[in-house]
């Protein structure tokens, strides 16, 4: 008696074990994307129908191979539902466990499954995996294996993520094919200001990365006409930039030439020396630059007859943006018509009591050489040109670029205001 019960439940397991055929998987996925994907769905109504279509489902994402968790990830809206991502990440696990490839693309699958507060912890799962380094080797999973590095930035500024990161990703470059170089310059962007990564980390992976641009730029495409597009040109200007080759803090400032300024006779930033500058890399499109003002303006009042030069520093957009007092915004083509956008730069200043100089440089004003890959980026530079703070972000309270700026003129042996500055944030 006890041996046919003992075979009722093999078979019972061997059918539970019984492979999900893909059309149902595929089908189940469908059906949960039109109810997760249907934005006119509250988000609690939404979870709650979500949560009876598992409960009552044939199957649980528990039962599903790994290749079948990964067709997942074509069905975006999954991202939405928080009791998806659970069920997913759940059903993971197993897979992670593993020290072979299949754990760690589990481990990358997982990251496009992130809930708020996790990103660090599931990326730096990813990038610490074992096997990890080994799809770093394969075109196939690199890219998808580096988007899941970079998975928590925007979260976390700073992190461990970066640093384990570039260490595993510097000796696989050689093997990247073009997606991966794409996303390689990703990090490395990203590397540039992570505090995690140690100057020698990042200027090993800068040199493999010069090395595998140059086979990138090699390659080119031949266009209709005959002749090569080159690429790779943008990735030269980032890798030998003075941020990246370490020749940016406490560094004479690289030079930013001026093509327009508000203010008589200043051409370039040079010209400035002997005074603190405080540089704002910005642009008329740019939401949290136009929200910073407040905060500009009032280090402008601040330090009013005192040797501190602020400067706007935006460049040639091909476009202006007009503000309006209820939020409405215009924009007006200046695509080959540098005169206009200048024009329209001081109607621009003079609606928004922009007190401060404003100038137009030669370059973009997505400086590479201050690594600005996002503005507003604040930099700050000594009496005597050099480089001491910089990517400082205007938005946050004034009083701390204040507190550097009434040092420096201190340690330049030039007058400071007295009374430290209110901790208040102007900006809204």
């Given amino acids: 008696m006890k041996r046919f019960i003992y075979s009722l439940m093999a078979l019972a397991i061997v059918a539970c074990s019984k492979p999900i ?23 609690p109504d939404m979870e709650q129908r979500v949560t009876q279509m598992l409960d009552s489902n044939e199957f649980k994402f528990s039962d599903l191979s790994f290749e ?38 589990a481990a990358v699958l997982a990251c496009s499954y992130i809930d708020k507060g996790h990103a660090e912890t599931k990326a730096l799962q990813a990038v610490a995996h ?28 700073q992190s461990q993520v970066m640093g384990k990161l570039v260490e595993v990703l510097t000796p696989n470059v050689p093997k990247l094919d073009d997606n991966g170089l794409n996303k390689a310059m990703r990090v490395f962007q990203t590397a540039i200001n992570d505090t995690n990564v140690t100057p020698e980390q990042l200027e090993a992976l800068r040199v493999a990365l010069v090395d595998r641009n140059t086979k990138f ?50 051409k370039k930033l040079s010209d400035l020396k002997g005074k603190v500058v405080v540089v704002d890399f910005w642009a008329t499109w740019c939401g949290p630059c136009f929200r910073s003002f407040p905060n500009i303006r009032a280090l402008q009042e601040r330090y009013e007859g005192y040797d501190v030069e602020i400067v706007g520093v935006t460049s040639l957009q091909g476009r202006h943006v007009r503000r309006f007092e209820d939020g409405r915004t215009e924009s007006v083509d200046t695509r080959n018509n540098p005169d206009e956008e200048y024009k329209l730069m001081k109607e621009f200043m003079k609606n928004h009591d922009m007190t401060w100089t404003v100038v137009f440089s030669e370059g973009s004003c997505f ?29 946050e309270a004034p009083f701390h670029e204040a507190e550097k700026i009434d040092a420096l003129l201190k340690e330049a042996g030039k007058k400071a205001p007295k009374d430290p500055m209110s901790t208040e944030n102007f900006a809204k």
């Fill in 21 to 43: 055929p893909n059309e149902q998987v595929t089908a189940f996925y469908e059906e949960l994307q039109q109810v997760v994907g249907d934005f006119r769905i509250m988000q």
């Fill in 68 to 105: 079948q968790l990964q067709m997942s990830r074509d069905y975006r809206a999954f991202v939405r539902s928080a009791v998806v991502k659970e069920a997913i990440n759940q059903a993971l696990q197993k897979y992670i466990a593993q020290n072979d490839t299949i754990g760690a693309r």
């Fill in 130 to 157: 074992p096997a990890f380094a080994q799809l770093l080797q394969n075109p196939n999973d690199a890219e998808d294996a580096l988007i899941a590095g970079i998975a928590y930035m925007g979260e976390v500024e």
């Fill in 217 to 266: 730029k090699a390659d080119g495409e031949a266009a209709k006409d005959g002749s090569i597009i080159s690429y790779g040109k943008d990735y030269d200007a980032l890798l030998n930039s003075a941020i990246a080759k370490g020749e940016l803090m406490n560094c004479v400032a690289p030079e930013i030439n001026f093509l327009w300024s508000t203010k008589k006779d200043l």
């Fill in 367 to 395: 400086d590479k050489n201050y690594g600005v890959f996002g503005i507003p980026h604040v930099a700050i530079i000594d009496a005597e040109g050099v480089v001491r703070y910089n990517a400082l972000r205007p938005y």
